[in-house]
Nanobody, 116 residues
Framework: QVQLVESGGGLVQPGGSLKLSCGAS????????MGWYRQAPGKQRELVAS????????ATYGDSVKGRFTISRDALTTIWLQMNSLKPEDTAVYYC?????????WGQGTQVTVSS
Protein backbone atom coordinates (compact mmCIF):
# COMPACT_ATOMS: atom_id res chain seq x y z
CA GLN A 1 0.00 0.00 0.00
CA VAL A 2 1.08 3.56 -0.75
CA GLN A 3 -0.28 6.63 1.00
CA LEU A 4 -0.14 10.05 -0.65
CA VAL A 5 -0.57 13.44 0.99
CA GLU A 6 -0.85 16.64 -1.03
CA SER A 7 -0.38 20.20 0.14
CA GLY A 8 0.02 23.69 -1.25
CA GLY A 9 -3.34 24.49 -2.78
CA GLY A 10 -5.20 27.73 -2.23
CA LEU A 11 -6.59 30.88 -3.79
CA VAL A 12 -4.46 32.86 -6.21
CA GLN A 13 -5.09 35.69 -8.64
CA PRO A 14 -4.80 35.16 -12.40
CA GLY A 15 -1.18 35.35 -13.47
CA GLY A 16 0.02 34.20 -10.06
CA SER A 17 1.92 31.11 -8.97
CA LEU A 18 1.46 28.19 -6.61
CA LYS A 19 3.56 25.18 -5.76
CA LEU A 20 1.98 21.86 -4.84
CA SER A 21 3.75 19.03 -3.09
CA CYS A 22 2.93 15.36 -2.70
CA GLY A 23 4.63 13.02 -0.28
CA ALA A 24 4.45 9.24 -0.50
CA SER A 25 4.74 6.74 2.32
CA UNK A 26 4.26 3.01 2.76
CA UNK A 27 5.43 0.68 -0.01
CA UNK A 28 7.39 3.41 -1.76
CA UNK A 29 9.84 1.03 -3.41
CA UNK A 30 6.99 -0.29 -5.58
CA UNK A 31 6.42 3.14 -7.14
CA UNK A 32 7.63 3.62 -10.72
CA UNK A 33 5.82 6.83 -11.65
CA MET A 34 4.04 9.72 -9.98
CA GLY A 35 1.98 12.55 -11.30
CA TRP A 36 -0.66 15.22 -10.92
CA TYR A 37 -4.21 15.12 -12.21
CA ARG A 38 -6.99 17.63 -11.82
CA GLN A 39 -10.75 17.65 -11.90
CA ALA A 40 -12.92 20.70 -12.32
CA PRO A 41 -16.66 20.66 -11.50
CA GLY A 42 -18.61 18.86 -14.21
CA LYS A 43 -15.47 17.74 -16.02
CA GLN A 44 -13.48 14.53 -16.24
CA ARG A 45 -10.25 14.09 -14.36
CA GLU A 46 -7.33 14.98 -16.61
CA LEU A 47 -3.57 14.59 -16.64
CA VAL A 48 -1.62 17.66 -15.59
CA ALA A 49 1.90 16.20 -15.44
CA SER A 50 3.63 12.93 -14.68
CA UNK A 51 7.22 11.88 -14.08
CA UNK A 52 9.08 8.59 -13.95
CA UNK A 53 10.86 7.78 -10.73
CA UNK A 54 13.72 5.81 -12.22
CA UNK A 55 16.26 6.64 -14.87
CA UNK A 56 16.06 10.23 -16.10
CA UNK A 57 12.60 10.86 -14.75
CA UNK A 58 11.02 11.79 -18.06
CA ALA A 59 8.16 14.26 -17.62
CA THR A 60 4.90 14.39 -19.54
CA TYR A 61 2.51 17.38 -19.52
CA GLY A 62 -1.06 17.99 -20.50
CA ASP A 63 -1.37 20.33 -23.48
CA SER A 64 -3.13 23.05 -21.48
CA VAL A 65 -0.27 23.44 -19.00
CA LYS A 66 2.82 23.06 -21.18
CA GLY A 67 5.21 25.94 -20.69
CA ARG A 68 3.48 27.09 -17.49
CA PHE A 69 3.71 24.14 -15.10
CA THR A 70 6.79 22.16 -14.09
CA ILE A 71 6.85 18.82 -12.32
CA SER A 72 9.87 17.77 -10.29
CA ARG A 73 10.80 15.03 -7.85
CA ASP A 74 13.27 14.02 -5.21
CA ALA A 75 14.91 10.59 -5.12
CA LEU A 76 11.84 8.58 -4.30
CA THR A 77 9.04 9.95 -2.14
CA THR A 78 8.13 13.51 -3.06
CA ILE A 79 6.98 15.33 -6.17
CA TRP A 80 6.21 19.00 -6.68
CA LEU A 81 4.19 20.92 -9.21
CA GLN A 82 5.27 24.51 -9.83
CA MET A 83 2.36 26.35 -11.41
CA ASN A 84 3.04 29.72 -13.02
CA SER A 85 0.91 32.09 -15.07
CA LEU A 86 -2.22 30.59 -13.56
CA LYS A 87 -5.53 31.08 -15.34
CA PRO A 88 -9.11 30.84 -14.06
CA GLU A 89 -9.51 27.65 -16.10
CA ASP A 90 -6.81 26.04 -13.95
CA THR A 91 -9.29 26.05 -11.07
CA ALA A 92 -9.81 22.45 -9.97
CA VAL A 93 -9.07 19.88 -7.32
CA TYR A 94 -5.55 18.62 -7.93
CA TYR A 95 -4.82 14.99 -7.13
CA CYS A 96 -1.49 13.25 -6.71
CA UNK A 97 -1.22 9.78 -8.24
CA UNK A 98 1.40 7.07 -7.79
CA UNK A 99 1.69 3.97 -9.93
CA UNK A 100 3.42 0.83 -8.76
CA UNK A 101 2.95 -2.89 -8.46
CA UNK A 102 0.26 -2.74 -11.18
CA UNK A 103 -1.82 -0.45 -8.98
CA UNK A 104 -2.72 3.21 -8.92
CA UNK A 105 -2.86 5.17 -5.68
CA TRP A 106 -4.50 8.56 -5.22
CA GLY A 107 -4.19 11.32 -2.70
CA GLN A 108 -7.16 13.12 -1.16
CA GLY A 109 -6.78 16.16 -3.42
CA THR A 110 -6.05 19.83 -2.84
CA GLN A 111 -8.18 22.71 -4.11
CA VAL A 112 -6.63 25.30 -6.40
CA THR A 113 -8.77 28.34 -7.15
CA VAL A 114 -7.65 31.02 -9.59
CA SER A 115 -9.81 34.10 -9.27
CA SER A 116 -9.57 37.84 -8.90
Amino acid sequence: QVQLVESGGGLVQPGGSLKLSCGASGSIFSINAMGWYRQAPGKQRELVASIGIFSRGTATYGDSVKGRFTISRDALTTIWLQMNSLKPEDTAVYYCKATGGARDYWGQGTQVTVSS
